[in-house]
Antibody
């Protein structure tokens, strides 16, 4: 079955740019019909959708983060990526990648904790 | 944005008893053209990602036990666990996908054993 796995640095300094990658296995990211999203969750808090990309490269972002977010896809590596600039302590969270057909999210990656600290 | 509000924030239920979690959306998530409610429920256990339980408000995801059921329409929805098992201890979230691509989640309901 399809599996997703996030990777990237666990520690980012304030004002720096976070870069995370989600590697998809078990199916081709190019198989079509799906959107690939990033979602985050601060410790002990709820879920916030960050943005999504389609295999064609079309993107949509949460307006609250739009000015700082870039999501891209690399079909040759079966991966998609997140860049979030100007990081602050408020961006400390577990970051998840997930698939959707424009509806609910399934499956999800295991998540990766990103801490913003100097 | 569509705001999703869950109640209660936490809930303690005895093993074998029924657990009920509510979710209210700030506007209808019912598409009258297809009569579908764009509402999903997730279960999140500590240290794990959310797991999809129910979509279209009442359709169980493959492999989800039938003690989990979803109901409701328009703006008011309910997740019911008919007979609580120990492994059901988790935080439960509702999510709307009506206002795609601006997905929003409820704040979560923590379910514990009484």
């Amino acid at each position: 079955q399809v599996q997703l796995q996030e990777s990237g640095p666990g520690l980012v300094k304030p004002s720096q740019t976070l870069s995370l990658t989600c590697t998809v296995s078990g199916d081709s990211i190019s198989s079509g019909g799906y959107f690939w999203s990033w979602i985050r969750q601060p410790a002990g808090k709820g879920l916030e959708w960050i943005g999504r990309i389609s295999v064609s490269g079309s993107t949509n972002y949460n307006p609250s983060l739009k000015s700082r977010v870039t999501i891209s896809v690399d079909t040759s590596k079966n991966q998609f990526s997140l860049k979030l600039s100007s990081m602050t302590a408020a961006d400390t969270a577990v970051y998840y990648c997930a698939r959707s057909g424009g509806t609910a999210f399934a499956p999800w990656g295991q998540g990766t904790l990103v801490t913003v600290s100097s | 944005d569509i705001v999703m509000t869950q109640s209660p924030d936490s809930l303690a239920v005895s093993l074998g008893e029924r657990a009920t979690i509510n979710c209210k959306s700030s506007q209808s998530v019912l598409d009258s053209s297809n009569n579908k409610n764009y509402l999903a429920w997730y279960q999140q256990k500590p240290g794990q990602p959310p797991k999809l339980l129910i979509y279209w408000a009442s359709t169980r995801e493959s492999g989800v036990p039938d003690r989990f059921s979803g109901s409701g329409s328009g703006t008011d929805f309910t997740l019911t666990i008919s007979s609580l098992q120990a492994e059901d201890v988790a935080v439960y979230y509702c999510q709307q996908y009506y206002n795609t691509p601006m997905y929003t989640f409820g704040q979560g309901t923590k379910l514990e054993i009484k």
